[in-house]
């Protein structure tokens, strides 16, 4: 079946419900088994970037990790395959390096609705470190990035990020429960603005970054060109 934004669903044709639910069983045991590695894989980057281990030891983890990497065989996805897992553009992305439980990068966000937009709640660990005891500024932008990304989505626009203005009032403290909201605050055309902030989750009112961006609704055309694989047989 071909899927894009635009496409309607196919009509008519018969589908069998016994190899639905299967297959829909079989989804999310995948997903299941790559949110168990990612978590393990997060704990293994964190232990990493906080270990005083002996050059011995960290050679010999080394020699398993790789060892560990051969295992991890068959066939791998091409650039722009979007994967069997994934809810693009709308949905849960699993392996997004900042709300995916697959991922060895995210924190991961766990993001929710809101009255007028999405919350996302996350703590941030050595390895998103930037000054001692505090995060990245980087990653402030890409949390802000994300949950302003997705807040278009969940508006029915999806877009993409055409500037993102960040003002960082405070550093972010690492190993502290953070609160990022995001919502949209008005259009023109395809154009969508947003406003986002971070704040710590016992201090909402002090807000530690805060953003305003703009986002576009790319067109039929551009869309089928930037994310091929919205076309392609899934």
Known sequence: MHT??????????????????????????????????????RALVEATVRTAASPDTLHRVADGVRAVTSQLTGRRR??????????????TRIYSPVTGAGSPLAPPVQVK???DGLVGHC????AHEGPPGYGHGGMSAMLLDELMGRVCAAAGTPGLTVSLQMRYHRPVPLETPL?????????DGRKIFVSGSITTQTDPDANLVTADGVFIAPDLHRTRTLFPGLQAER
């Open 179 to 187: 609160r990022i909201l995001a919502r949209v605050t008005g259009t």
């Open 78 to 91: 091409s650039r722009a395959e979007i994967p069997e897992v994934d809810e693009f553009p709308t949905g």
């Open 113 to 115: 609705p809101t009255a």
């Open 4 to 41: 894009s934004l635009t496409d309607p669903p196919p009509t008519g044709t018969a589908t069998d419900p016994t190899r639905a639910t299967a297959e829909e069983e079989e989804l999310e045991d995948q997903k299941a088994a790559i949110t168990h590695l990612g978590h393990e894989l």
């Open 123 to 126: 703590t941030l660990g050595i």
